[in-house]
């Protein structure tokens, strides 16, 4: 118990001493460092392991909430969403091909062609190997949909998962991540035969969500773009330019969570005591 107070006393009684020396003076810095030495007696009074979660868990808060106020800023493009994207390779079909198309990032790390699904992916192995990134992002899925051998989501996503685990084998250094297949809207439906599959997007991501699961792919949601009406062009597959930099920001806060361990929700997120709450 002493080490976990010695890891805190430092900073807590800081914090209590700047944030008196904002009110009266050396009496309010006295009150604050008086409070701090009251919220270290608190925590020794405490279960060692509750202490310890309870602290992971306002720790996990704070990150949580940095991370809310970093979307908003790449969204809003507060933060230059675009001057993140370092040593990463983009892969897919026609959507993820916007990126080139718009001129906004390096066409050299932009893998995407019209009409590609999952089975093309080996024509990008020498390129891949060439550029050796560390962050790969993927955005397959529509038309894959539409091919034999990918009737269920369920086939579609183990088919998935095995090219993925091929592509590994590529880029072994790499941190793959998993875009969701986007939906589409009329007139998309109806403008070849069989498209009319797209309608299932989201039982397919789903599928594909559930079988990344546990293993060392990351899948990357975008239901937070919720209102696509703003966003898609008159065939109701692709998405204009103001789409990409709301994409892109969910791809590099993806990166984001990763390596801050956010990726993964905590199973039981403690209840914090009011002793240990931070003052």
């Not at 509750?50 to 949580?64: G, S």
């Not at 692709?238 to 994409?247: A, S, T």
Request: glycine share 6%; with cysteine; proline share 5%.
């Amino acid at each position: 118990m002493k080490r976990i107070i010695s890891m805190v006393l430092l900073p807590i009684l800081v914090l209590f001493a700047l944030s008196g020396c904002s009110g009266s003076g050396a009496q309010d810095s006295a009150a604050g460092v008086d409070a701090g030495v009251a919220y270290l007696k608190a925590l020794e009074a405490r279960d060692p392991a509750e202490v310890d979660a309870a602290l992971k868990a306002i720790r996990r808060q704070n990150m949580l909430e940095q991370r809310e106020e970093m979307l908003g800023k790449l969204q809003s493009g507060e933060i230059s969403v675009w001057s993140l994207f370092e040593d990463y390779v983009i892969m897919g079909d026609s959507r993820a091909a916007g990126f080139e198309y718009l001129e906004i990032l390096d066409n050299n790390r932009l893998l995407g062609l019209y009409g590609e699904s999952t089975d093309e992916m080996p024509n990008h192995y020498q390129a891949l190997r060439d550029l050796n990134p560390s962050y790969l992002f993927l955005s397959y899925g529509l038309n894959d949909m539409l091919l034999e051998g990918n009737e269920t989501p369920e086939a579609f996503a183990e088919i998935y998962l095995t090219r993925l685990e091929a592509l590994q084998a590529q880029c072994p250094q790499a941190k793959i991540f998993v875009n969701n297949i986007f939906p589409c809207t009329d007139p998309a439906f109806d403008s070849k035969p069989g498209r009319e599959k797209w309608r299932e997007t989201e039982a397919y991501n789903e599928a594909m969500e559930k079988v990344l699961r546990d293993t060392d792919f990351y899948y990357i949601s975008n239901d937070n773009i919720t209102d696509f009406s703003q966003y898609w062009v008159d065939d109701g597959i692709h998405f204009n330019r103001d789409f990409y930099q709301l994409w892109a920001a969910n791809m590099i806060m993806a990166v984001y969570d990763v390596e801050m361990g956010l990726d993964k929700p905590e199973s039981e997120e403690p209840d914090v005591p009011e002793e240990i709450k931070e003052p």
